[in-house]
């Protein structure tokens, strides 16, 4: 049996795409995987600020389409790529073991960071929390792969990345800062992959297999606070869920979201606990945006 998994074509994805092919050795003995490379928007368009193509979707909907037209059998994401809802046809059949969700600022610590220092990043989310933390801050556009990320670190007091796509790739800069959720909330999936297939594929139920539990309900909960607030918003949005004790089998999830203005003068945050983490995301979603002023965020955007 040959399964053909559909990724993009750079060094981080076909990592991802090889872990997951791992995986299905695991769960479909014998199992044979051919790995489709897909060329989507975000990777052809490399300099146009993301938001301003659309945000969430530009790096996935080639890939699925892939799958929808019958060229492969799935499709291997970065859940923080996927827009919010399914799309139709496609089911996430599985989100596997969690990497790091944070975000790290390499080149300098934050605290370190002089006044007036200049920040490389292309999200708007990122932008938004450091500058409601630190207002002093400069920011220029980061786009590109991960090598070139860290090449223009060194042309800025620092740069963003992702905490996950470094240990996935064994980089390790000289200085590399984890930032703290309290300071830098991750986008709502980071860290996570995410397995789709047709909603009538056959090997669907052994997909599941793939599943790793507590990864699965904590990108559920983050998924329905960004379903809440609709796939067309382009304001920086940010949610984290993880279990509400160091017992990760625990029955609660600590869920915090959190909406934002661009400039970061306003930061709408709420977190709670629960053992329903979908309800929690669309309730923590609701409050923002109705008893904290979400809405008029929303707006004025």
Not at 55 to 74: I, M, S, T
Not at 96 to 110: K, M
Not at 159 to 172: E, Q, T, V, Y
């Amino acid at each position: 049996m040959c399964i053909r998994v559909a990724t993009r074509g750079s060094a981080l994805a076909l990592w991802q795409a090889e872990r997951v092919s791992s995986l299905l050795a695991e769960v479909i003995p014998g199992v044979e995987v051919q790995i489709i490379v897909v060329e989507t928007t975000g990777d052809r368009d490399q300099t146009t600020p993301l938001e301003q193509m659309g945000g969430r979707g530009v790096f996935v909907k080639e890939v699925q389409a892939a799958v929808l037209d019958g060229r492969a059998d799935l499709a291997v994401h970065s859940a923080k790529d996927l827009p919010a809802g399914e799309t139709d046809g496609l089911t996430l059949a599985a989100v596997p073991e969690r990497g790091d969700p944070r975000d790290v600022l390499v080149g300098s610590l934050l605290a370190d960071l002089p006044v007036g220092a200049t920040i490389a990043t292309g999200s708007i989310r990122r932008r938004a929390h450091l500058a409601h933390h630190r207002p002093d801050l400069q920011f220029t556009g980061l786009r590109g792969n991960i090598g070139t990320r860290l090449e223009k670190a060194r042309q800025a007091d620092g740069a963003i990345m992702a905490k996950a796509a470094l240990d996935r790739l064994g980089l390790s800069p000289d200085v590399v800062d984890p930032l703290d959720p309290a300071v830098l909330l991750p986008q709502v999936g980071q860290g996570a992959l995410a397995v789709e297939c047709r909603a009538d594929y056959d090997l669907l139920p052994d997909l599941v297999g793939m599943d790793d539990p507590v990864a699965r309900r904590a990108v559920d909960a983050e998924r329905a606070f960004l379903m809440e607030l609709g796939t067309g918003c382009d304001l920086p949005i940010a949610a984290h869920a993880r279990p509400a004790t160091d017992d990760v089998d625990g029955p609660d999830l600590l869920v915090t979201g959190a909406i934002s203005s661009p400039d970061g003068a306003v930061l709408l945050r709420e977190e709670r606990t629960g053992p329903d983490g979908t309800a929690i995301g669309h309730a923590i979603a609701r409050h923002l945006l109705d008893e904290r002023g979400g809405a008029d965020l929303l707006v004025r955007s």
